[in-house]
């Protein structure tokens, strides 16, 4: 994810917006970042941190850019609701270019508590591979394809893909409702127990 440093007037205007959280920071001991999302028209993904802090303290946003009433600033709590009240509020654009980005996105901000879920594109992304024993790494060459995009004709996307779930690195399809909710199945166990390090942007 591209992140984009915000200068101290933005910083200042971010704190304000963060509700009660706003005591936690302020513009001379915190940064504050932006980030856009491709399957948002107006919300993009905001960072405030607190180096002064001990420990640093981070939290994340989806800001409406073009609003500042009801409804415009979700805290991302690790629970989906906030992801989906975004979309609620939103032009929900999702499309094959960046299906995979709002899965990951959305497994990133919602997390599994039994461990990390992610669509592996290219295997190159996969820090731990090196970690992986040889002839695992040769059954992942050897079973690894591309994410397969589908469109439904009731506007669904399904993704057959591998994926790194629970810890384990599998093959799942995964299917992506209109409404921004996301479900696996068809969960099929390549490796179990991998040193599941992901590699998605922070």
Not at 126 to 132: A, C, I, R
Not at 173 to 194: A, K
Request: charged share 25%; glycine share 4%.
């Amino acid at each position: 994810m591209d992140w984009q440093r915000l200068d101290r007037k933005a910083t200042e205007d971010l704190i304000n917006k963060a509700g009660s959280a706003s005591v936690l920071f302020s513009p001379q001991t915190s940064e504050a970042r932006r980030a856009s999302l491709s399957f948002l028209d107006n919300f993009a993904l905001y960072r405030l941190t607190n180096y002064a802090a001990l420990p640093i303290i981070s939290l994340d946003y989806l800001v409406n850019e073009n609003s500042t009433g009801t409804n415009s600033v979700f805290y991302l709590d690790g629970s989906k609701n906030s992801i989906l009240q975004a979309i609620r509020n939103d032009n929900f654009v999702i499309a094959e270019d960046n299906i995979v980005s709002y899965v990951n996105f959305f497994f990133k901000n919602a997390p599994d508590p039994e461990g990390d879920i992610y669509i592996i594109e290219d295997l190159e992304d996969l820090v731990f591979f090196d970690l992986l024993e040889a002839r695992q790494q040769d059954k992942l060459r050897d079973n690894f394809t591309a994410p397969d995009i589908k469109r439904l004709d009731d506007g669904r996307f399904e993704v057959k893909s591998c994926m790194v779930y629970q810890g384990s690195l599998v093959t799942a399809l995964t299917s992506v409702l209109g409404d921004g909710n996301v479900n696996v199945s068809s969960i099929s166990m390549m490796i179990h127990s991998t040193p599941a390090y992901h590699k998605i942007d922070n």
